[in-house]
């Protein structure tokens, strides 16, 4: 029974008493063994193999044994992920590669959506690389609309971080395709949250976090999928020592490593990537299905408490729970106040400018009853302006 399972899989957490946390989109809860992890890699490998660990450990296979597990949440295959650096910076990787691919069309199209990052890294791209391309941004409804002859590569980000409104990944990498573009797609709000096919979709390009859903502690290394037929033509621009053929050989020049080892760049941070590798095994015998199942029940559960004891927060996610990711928005006017006072009720969510309260649903970790406790503590806050508090309206650096 999945109600047994979730009950399993939470022991599975460390959860601080009395707190509710609505946040695991943000970053996740820390799993009981990656915590086991780091201390065993302190004390043992590091403590006392020291450089031989790079070998003895296995340090030096991380970045592609722990794609290979991230490989089977997101529908690819062995051998297409690969582990390393941020977000940001596989966006980076991937955008100059597909650039590469895509001949000499101009335009990266994206939508008013996507993660800032994401746009800014692709307007760094144009800057650095100067042959006449721009980034054309559109509302996420004109997406298809707006994909034409120009366009090299669509890039987007599948799961809306403000709202949670989800793209039909499968329907526009064809129509991207069938019109000669590339896809990108970014899975920081997918991945570990419902069920992704990459190879269904014949996505081009991929990447995403492994802090949020996937639990890999705060700032734990990002991945990338590159479509397998893509790999062998890519002469990657972050070109460095990690991602060649023969990275001990040390020769002048670069000659990239066979298959998606070249997406990587400098030496792994592997105590990040060993909570990473640990916090995977949670994942063990849970079908995404089932995860995703719950996770609408949890989302409709909340959005149908609050809209009835708060009629002063307005939805801002899909209504229907097919539309969107495991997350709930409410726009509310002093919406990062309440957040403040909620989370001192220990009810933790979180605040998007201008006006977004956002909660996660993380089935891994919180059922039901939690999520009718945690929409009671929020009714309580509006209904008592309870936020109208100079404390809880002082903004911290992060919000
Ligand atoms: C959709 C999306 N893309 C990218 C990022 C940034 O990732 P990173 O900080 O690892 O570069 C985030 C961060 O929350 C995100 O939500």
């Given at each position: 029974m999945t109600s047994d399972l979730f009950a399993r899989t939470r022991t599975l957490f460390e959860i601080p008493d009395g707190v509710i946390y609505l946040d695991g989109n943000s970053l996740g809860v820390m799993p009981k063994a990656a915590r086991e992890r780091v201390i065993t890699e302190l004390d043992?490998?590091?403590?006392?193999?020291?450089?031989?660990a790079w070998n003895t450990c296995g340090w030096i296979d991380l970045p592609s044994k722990i794609g290979d597990r991230i490989a089977t949440l997101i529908g690819a295959p062995p051998g297409s992920v690969v582990v390393a650096d941020s977000t940001s910076i596989n966006l980076y990787k991937a955008l100059t590669s597909a650039l590469q691919l895509s001949g000499d069309r101009r335009v990266i199209l994206s939508d008013s959506g996507n993660f800032p990052t994401d746009l800014y890294v692709a307007e760094g791209v144009i800057r650095t690389l100067d042959r006449g391309l721009s980034l054309k941004i559109v509302a996420p409804e004109d997406i298809e609309a707006a994909i034409?002859?120009?366009?090299a590569v669509l890039m987007l980000?599948?799961?809306?971080?403000?709202?949670?409104r989800m793209h039909d990944m499968a329907r526009l990498t064809a129509r991207a395709q069938a019109a000669g573009a590339l896809t990108i797609w970014d899975l920081a709000h997918s991945c570990g949250a419902l069920p992704v096919d990459l190879t269904g979709a014949n996505a081009d390009f991929a990447i995403g976090c492994s802090y949020k859903y996937l639990n890999g502690g705060p700032g734990a290394p990002a991945f990338i999928y590159v479509r397998p037929d893509h790999q062998p033509k890519i002469q990657p621009a972050l070109s460095a020592w990690m991602g060649h053929a023969a990275p001990f050989a040390f020769p002048l020049n670069y000659t990239p490593a066979p298959a998606i080892d070249r997406m990587r760049t400098g030496t792994p941070p592997v105590l990040s990537l060993a909570a990473l590798d640990s916090a995977l095994?949670?994942?063990?015998?849970?079908?995404m299905q089932d995860v995703r199942q719950r996770s609408m029940e949890l989302s409709d559960l909340f959005i149908a408490r609050v809209e009835a004891l708060c009629p002063e927060l307005e939805l801002a996610s899909p209504r229907d729970a097919t539309k969107r990711g495991s997350q709930v928005s409410f726009r509310f006017h002093e919406g990062y106040a309440a957040m403040q006072a909620l989370i001192a009720d220990n009810v933790i969510g979180d605040f998007r400018a201008p006006d977004i309260m956002r909660f996660g649903f993380t089935p891994l970790y919180i059922g039901f009853a939690e999520v009718e406790e945690a929409a009671r503590r929020l009714a309580r806050i509006i209904s008592e302006n309870r936020w109208d508090r100079p404390e809880f309206k002082a903004r911290s650096k992060v919000t």
């Open positions: 043992v490998s590091w403590g006392r193999e020291l450089i031989r034409d002859a120009d366009v980000t599948e799961v809306d971080y403000r709202t949670g095994t949670v994942w063990d015998g849970i079908s």
